[in-house]
């Protein structure tokens, strides 16, 4: 079975600075990974996804993750803050049949 | 943004009223999914389909049932609905004909109220 955990529940930073929200991740197999972001009162949008290709993903909107399979981890980062990137942060896997299984959410907030 | 309506966008109803939610892509993506999302639990899957007239369960698919009759359109259903099932719920749809796309785009959204 697959199992996503989202280390933090809230992260705060300050505008320009660096951004690192975590996901630790579980698969039974050689797993595809994803990062959503949603605004309030919207639906999910793709940040970015790793699918077996390079281990460092570049997404939308300056994100990036990096997949380290000795650490099970995929966690998300950005050099520097911006006020609009405010928001809840989910990372998934997929599982059998395209099934994602999604962690429980960072809500991310910036401070001016 | 992905061609996924959700209707309705708001519904208000009663304990033990039946709820249909209906979902429409203009994709012609093969897979499809309703989530529920709720505080401090993300999303969870409550029933998903891999073609016309083809479901299956969930994690979370008691008291829910789904159709889908036609490519572009899946309908889940609370036959009689419970106030554990005020919620918001996302449809969401992937694979699309001409490759393998694992990625679900989302819609927007449907917030749901049992009283």
């Known amino acids: 079975a697959q199992s996503v955990t989202q280390l933090d529940s809230h992260v705060s930073v300050s505008e320009g600075t660096p951004v690192l929200l975590r996901c630790n991740y579980s698969?039974?197999?050689?797993?595809?990974l994803f990062w959503y972001v949603q605004h309030p009162n919207k639906g999910l949008q793709l940040l970015l996804k790793?699918?077996?290709?390079?281990?460092l993903v570049k997404g939308i909107n300056g994100f990036e993750a990096e997949f380290k399979k000795s650490e099970t981890s995929f966690h998300l980062t950005k050099p520097s803050a911006h006020m609009s990137d405010a928001a809840e942060y989910f990372c998934?896997?997929?599982?059998?049949?395209?099934?994602?299984?999604f962690g429980s959410g960072t809500q991310l907030t910036v401070l001016p | 943004d992905a061609g996924i309506t959700q209707s309705p966008r708001h519904k208000v109803t009663e304990t033990g009223t039946p709820v249909t939610l209906r979902c429409h892509q203009t994709?012609?993506?093969?897979?499809m999914y309703w989530y529920r999302q709720d505080p401090g639990h993300g999303l969870r899957l409550i029933h998903y389909?891999?073609?016309?007239?083809?479901?299956d369960k969930g994690e979370v698919s008691d008291g829910y049932s789904v159709s889908r009759s036609k490519t572009e359109d899946f309908l889940l259903t609370l036959e009689s609905a419970t106030s554990s099932q005020t919620s918001v719920y996302f449809c969401?749809?992937?694979?699309?004909?001409?490759?393998?796309?694992?990625?679900?785009?989302f819609g927007p959204g449907t917030r749901l109220t049992v009283t």
């Open positions: 969401a749809i992937s694979e699309s004909r001409t490759g393998k796309s694992y990625e679900q785009y």
């Open positions: 698969s039974s197999y050689s797993p595809s």
């Open positions: 790793y699918t077996s290709a390079a281990t």
């Open positions: 998934a896997v997929r599982g059998s049949a395209r099934q994602l299984t």
């Open positions: 994709e012609n993506h093969r897979y």
């Open positions: 389909s891999y073609g016309v007239k083809d479901t």
